[in-house]
């Protein structure tokens, strides 16, 4: 007998980890994204824009054009992340950073772009909309920092560029200005996508210079695991970044 419960004892634990074993086949071995956000940083940003063709008036000031535009953006913070008990492990930077534990994570930002500008502008209205693409390269380094550990990566991607905004015309040197942006790349390990938007108001120096003042977002991701045709085993990033945006305008 007592052979015979020995024998359903270790049965039972056999058993049990085969249920383990296949429990954890079945979540695909997935880790815990890195998602990181900071609402409390100031955003600079530089574009300079060379007219072509007809220019109706001060290059500083709204109006209708073709112009090939040149920016460099940029944004730098941190924030904290937590990983429950329950979820899978973080993996970056060549380190695996297991559940449960805090996470700190400082990143730092840059894009910059190349495109061909069409703008109209309506003097009558003070009103106008305008159409941007070309090319672009996003840079983000990210570092994470664990109870007894720490990794950093810097990642990078080139892609295509997309934008669209409207104007409104404040006054006779200023203006209101929207603008969304989205940035893809073919790369699922470096910077594979980046959204922005910017809400903010112009004011003209003179005829070839300007100064920007508003509220701007960003949004980065690396695909990584998430990827269908990636074999990473690398954590998916997500770094958010708003806050108030500076800018100067140089127009030519």
């Not at 060379?50 to 924030?79: C, M, N, W, Y």
């Not at 495109?115 to 994470?144: M, N």
């Not at 990642?155 to 942006?181: A, H, I, K, N």
């Not at 112009?202 to 920007?212: D, N, S, T, W, Y």
């Given at each position: 007998m007592a052979g015979r419960e020995v024998s359903v004892k270790i049965g039972l634990r056999l058993v049990a980890v085969l249920v383990a074993l296949g429990l954890a086949g079945c979540t695909g071995g997935r880790t815990t994204n890195i998602d990181v956000q900071d609402s409390s940083i100031v955003l600079p940003a530089v574009r300079v824009a060379i007219d072509f063709g007809e220019r109706p008036g001060p290059p500083a000031q709204l109006h209708t054009s073709h112009a090939v535009e040149l920016g460099v953006s940029a944004?730098?913070?941190?924030?904290?992340?937590?990983?429950?008990?329950?979820?899978g492990p973080v993996v970056f930077g060549g380190e695996t950073f297991a559940a449960p534990q805090e996470l700190r994570a400082e990143f730092d930002f840059r894009f910059i772009e190349l495109a061909y500008r069409y703008r109209w502008f309506?003097?009558?209205?003070?009103?106008?909309?305008?159409?941007?693409?070309?090319?672009?390269?996003?840079?983000?380094?990210?570092?994470?920092?664990?109870?007894?550990?720490?990794?950093?990566?810097?990642?990078?991607?080139?892609?295509?560029?997309?934008?669209?905004?409207?104007?409104?015309?404040?006054?006779?040197?200023?203006?209101?200005?929207?603008?969304?942006?989205?940035?893809?790349?073919?790369?699922?390990?470096?910077?594979?996508?980046?959204?922005?938007?910017?809400?903010?108001?112009?004011?003209?120096?003179?005829?070839?210079?300007?100064?920007?003042?508003?509220?701007?977002?960003?949004?980065?991701?690396?695909?990584?695991?998430?990827?269908?045709?990636?074999?990473?085993?690398?954590?998916?990033?997500?770094?958010?970044?708003?806050?108030?945006?500076?800018?100067?305008?140089?127009?030519?």
């Amino acid at each position: 007998m007592a052979g015979r419960e020995v024998s359903v004892k270790i049965g039972l634990r056999l058993v049990a980890v085969l249920v383990a074993l296949g429990l954890a086949g079945c979540t695909g071995g997935r880790t815990t994204n890195i998602d990181v956000q900071d609402s409390s940083i100031v955003l600079p940003a530089v574009r300079v824009a060379i007219d072509f063709g007809e220019r109706p008036g001060p290059p500083a000031q709204l109006h209708t054009s073709h112009a090939v535009e040149l920016g460099v953006s940029a944004a730098k913070g941190s924030d904290t992340l937590s990983i429950a008990p329950s979820q899978g492990p973080v993996v970056f930077g060549g380190e695996t950073f297991a559940a449960p534990q805090e996470l700190r994570a400082e990143f730092d930002f840059r894009f910059i772009e190349l495109a061909y500008r069409y703008r109209w502008f309506s003097e009558r209205r003070g009103l106008g909309f305008e159409a941007l693409a070309g090319l672009a390269h996003a840079q983000l380094g990210l570092r994470l920092f664990g109870a007894t550990q720490v990794a950093a990566e810097r990642l990078e991607g080139t892609g295509v560029v997309v934008s669209v905004g409207t104007m409104f015309r404040l006054w006779p040197s200023g203006s209101l200005q929207l603008r969304g942006s989205g940035f893809a790349s073919t790369t699922s390990e470096g910077v594979s996508s980046v959204g922005r938007y910017e809400v903010a108001v112009e004011q003209a120096l003179g005829r070839q210079a300007a100064i920007r003042a508003g509220y701007a977002g960003w949004n980065i991701r690396s695909r990584r695991e998430h990827d269908d045709l990636s074999s990473s085993n690398r954590s998916p990033i997500r770094v958010r970044a708003n806050g108030p945006m500076l800018g100067l305008i140089l127009a030519f």
